[in-house]
């Protein structure tokens, strides 16, 4: 896991994301892509393990962005506000990695994932790093929290949770099965850190699209099909 630095309409920003298969990151759509607008974010930059304002070299740095994957097109709602990043390789020679020329999975590992089946009874570990108030954005953080309501305001397809992660946490994953240290049938990526409410506020609380095939799986098997030379 960790953040994104990206450049959209002209503006910098910040959000999180986080290693899902080899090469390919998981984050959420509005970070890599403007609907409205259909304008694509630039300079897409990803750094495992931030932490403190620097990035973790043992994590092998920053990845820059190589190719990225999203719903562009006749699904405006927050169930499709997932998005894939393409990673290069650690020269950026291309995506493949080749001999002293890693992927990015060769330092971090990757999550599993998770999809489909009863989000109305679950247990995430969402994690990102929100840099508004009262966070600052340099360090990591994690909630702990059991589904809360699906739906909220008829946004089909979404799940609340209880958690005050503020804006820069968009992106970042809601793990279930956390075990840190772990390999093997544990920590699944089933869901991204996507919208709060405003109107009616929820300030303690958090939105993510429920994955199924239809808005996840599909994406997952278009970004891992992408030309990765």
């Not at 291309?94 to 590992?109: H, L, S, V």
């Not at 489909?116 to 929100?130: K, R, T, V």
């Not at 820069?168 to 279930?176: A, D, E, F, K, L």
Request: proline fraction near 7%; hydrophobic fraction near 35%; charge should be negative.
């Amino acid at each position: 896991m960790g953040k994104l630095f990206l450049t959209l309409n002209s503006i910098n920003y910040v959000c999180s994301a986080s290693v899902l298969r080899p090469h390919i990151l998981l984050t959420a759509r509005h970070c890599i892509y403007d609907y409205a607008g259909g304008v694509w974010a630039t300079n897409v930059v990803f750094d495992p393990g931030y932490f403190n304002g620097s990035p973790n070299t043992y994590l092998g740095g920053a990845w820059a962005a190589r190719a990225m994957a999203t719903w562009t097109s006749g699904t405006p709602d927050f169930e499709y506000d997932i998005g894939m990043i393409q990673t290069y390789n650690k020269n950026q020679t291309g995506c493949a990695p080749t001999t002293g020329n890693p992927q990015i999975e060769t330092y971090t590992g990757y999550l599993g994932y998770q999809y489909g089946g009863n989000y109305g009874s679950m247990h995430f570990d969402p994690f990102g790093y929100p840099g508004a108030a009262p966070f600052t954005g340099l360090v990591m953080v994690q909630c702990e929290a059991a589904s809360g309501a699906l739906n909220v305001a008829g946004f089909t397809n979404t799940v609340e949770i209880g958690c005050d992660m503020t804006e820069g946490c968009s992106g970042g994953p809601w793990v279930t099965t956390f075990k840190p240290g772990v390999s093997g049938a544990t920590n699944y990526a089933a869901g991204v850190n996507s919208f709060r409410f405003s109107s009616p506020s929820h300030p303690l609380a958090i939105n993510s699209p429920q994955f199924q095939t239809n808005n996840f799986y599909n994406l997952l098997t278009f970004a891992q099909g992408l030309e990765c030379p």
